[in-house]
C-alpha cells in the first residue's frame, strides 16, 4: 500500500546552478526535505526527449541555489506515471496527469506517493515445486 510522502509544485522560482545559471525550478516536499527538478528537463523527461531527470537539493541563502543531485527521476514503464528515486530515502512516485496539471496552471500541487520497499529475498525463491527431484550430473 502506497502512502502520501509530500506533494510537487510549480512556485515560479529560480534557481541558480553552480555555473551561475539561472532555472525554472518545480519544487518537491518529501518527508520534510525540499528538492527540485529543473523544468525543462522536467518537460523533456516527460515528452520522452530524456530519459532520466536529475533531482537536486534546494537550498535558500537570500536567492534559490540548486545544490547536488541527490536522486532520479523517470517515466515509468506503463507511461503514467513519474517514478523519484532519492538516493538517501527510497522510492516515490507521482502521476504524470498530476504533474501536468501543475506545470500547466491547473492544479496548484500533485500529491507524491511513497513506493514500499521490496523483500531483499523473497521466500517464494526457495520454495520447490512438489515433484521436482535433483539430478546427479558426473563430470
Not at 502512502?3 to 539561472?22: E, F, M, S, V
Not at 503514467?80 to 512516485?93: Q, V
Request: with cysteine; charged share 20%.
Amino acid at each position: 500500500m502506497m502512502q502520501k510522502a509530500g506533494y510537487i509544485r510549480r512556485t515560479g522560482y529560480r534557481a541558480i546552478d553552480h555555473d551561475g545559471k539561472l532555472h525554472e525550478v518545480v519544487e518537491l516536499h518529501i518527508m520534510g526535505a525540499r528538492y527540485a527538478i529543473r523544468l525543462a528537463d522536467l518537460a523533456k523527461g516527460i515528452s520522452g526527449r530524456q530519459v532520466v531527470v536529475q533531482v537536486e537539493t534546494l537550498v535558500r541563502e537570500w536567492n534559490y541555489y540548486l545544490g547536488a543531485t541527490c536522486g532520479l527521476a523517470q517515466v515509468s514503464a506503463s507511461g503514467k506515471a513519474l517514478n523519484l528515486e532519492l538516493f538517501e530515502a527510497g522510492n516515490f512516485t507521482v502521476s504524470l496527469l498530476a504533474i501536468r496539471s501543475v506545470i500547466y496552471g491547473r492544479e496548484r500541487l500533485a500529491t507524491i506517493a511513497r513506493i514500499p520497499d521490496q523483500p531483499a529475498s523473497p521466500a517464494w525463491k526457495d520454495r520447490r515445486l512438489s515433484g521436482q527431484q535433483q539430478i546427479g550430473v558426473r563430470v
